[in-house]
C-alpha cells in the first residue's frame, strides 16, 4: 500500500511538472526589440530659455554669452564637448584653425543670442498677471538693454524699434496688436538662429574629423586594382584634391574616420564602394570595393605625390578610377 501511494504521488508530480514547465518558460521569454527608428536629438530648446531666463535677461550687460555657453548652455543641449573646446587654454594658432575654433565661438556666440531672444519674446507674451505694472516695466527695460546686442549684424533693428515704442505707450489694442506682430516676429529670428547654430555646433566634431581625414587622402595615388568578376589587373592613378576642391568628377561620398577610408562612386553605369585602410604611416591605402553591376575586388594604393597643383595654381580635383 504504502509504495502504491509513494506511486501516486510521484506521478501527479510529474505531470505538474510538464503543465507548469511550458507556462515558466514562455514568462522567460525576453520582449521583442522595438523596431529601429530614426531618432530625435533635438533639444528642448524653448525649455531652457525659460530655464536660463535670468541669465538670458541680463545680457549682455551683466553676464557673457559665451561664458554662458561654456558652463550652462552648451552642456544642457548636449554640447559638452564644443563648450569645453572653446574654453580650452593653450592651443596653439595651428591647432584652433583646425578644431575651427573660430567658426565655433561665433556659432556658440549665436545660439546663445538666439536664445536670449526667445527667451525676450516668451518674457513679452506672457507678462505677469493681468494689470500688474511691474512685469510690464520690467520687460520695457530689458527690451531697452538688449535691443542694441540683438540688432547688431541681424535683421531685427526694426522689429525691436517698433517693440520699444509699443512698451512704452500705454495699453492698447493698437498697442497690443503692435507688440503681439513684433513677438512673433522676434520669436521666428530666435527660432531659426538656434535651430541653425546649434546643428553647427552639433556637426563640429564630424566636419574637423573629416577635414583631418580629407587631408590625409590628398595627393596622387597608384592604385592597383583586382577584379575577381573578370579576372582583370588593373593599374591607376587616382588624384585627391584638399578639402574644399570639388568637381563632378569627384566621389559622392568621402567618410574618413581614423584610419579608416570609405568611397562612393555614383555614375550612370552604377554606384560602387570602396572599403580601405591607411597602413605604412599614411603612404598606402588597401582594402576593396564592389559595385552594383557585380565587379568586386582588392585595392592597393600606394601614395605617389603629395597635393598636386596645376600651371595656374590650382588643386586639381579626382579623378574616377575604373574597375
Known sequence: MPNRIARTVLTICCLSILFIAPVAGQAEEAAPPPPPSLANRLPAFQDVAQANAAQLSALPAHGDALSLFKTTIGPQLGLGDAAMTVGAKGLTAAMSQELLISDLTRAANELVRGLAAWQLALAVRNPGAPGSTEPRDNIRQQVDAQAAWLSEGTTLAPVLGRLQG??????????????????????????????????????WKDQVR??????????????????????????????????????????????????????????????????????????????????????????????????????????????????
Do not use: M
Open 166 to 203: 509699443a512698451t512704452a505707450a500705454a495699453p492698447t489694442e493698437e498697442t497690443a496688436s503692435a507688440i503681439g506682430g513684433a513677438v512673433a516676429q522676434i520669436e521666428a529670428w530666435a527660432i531659426d538662429t538656434v535651430h541653425r547654430e546649434w546643428f553647427k555646433i552639433s556637426n
Open 210 to 323: 573629416q577635414q583631418r581625414g580629407l587631408v590625409r587622402l590628398c595627393g596622387t595615388w597608384q592604385w592597383s586594382i583586382h577584379n575577381h568578376q573578370n579576372h582583370r589587373e588593373e593599374k591607376t592613378a587616382v588624384i585627391f584634391a584638399p578639402p574644399g576642391s570639388l568637381s563632378a568628377t569627384s566621389p559622392a561620398e568621402i567618410v574618413v574616420l581614423g584610419d579608416s577610408v570609405y568611397l562612393r562612386w555614383e555614375t550612370r553605369a552604377g554606384v560602387q564602394e570602396d572599403s580601405l585602410l591607411f597602413s605604412g604611416e599614411g603612404q598606402r591605402l588597401e582594402g576593396t570595393f564592389v559595385n552594383t553591376a557585380g565587379g568586386w575586388g582588392s585595392i592597393t594604393g600606394k601614395r605617389t605625390a603629395s597635393c598636386f597643383k596645376d600651371d595656374s595654381g590650382k588643386s586639381r580635383t579626382p579623378r574616377r578610377h575604373a574597375h
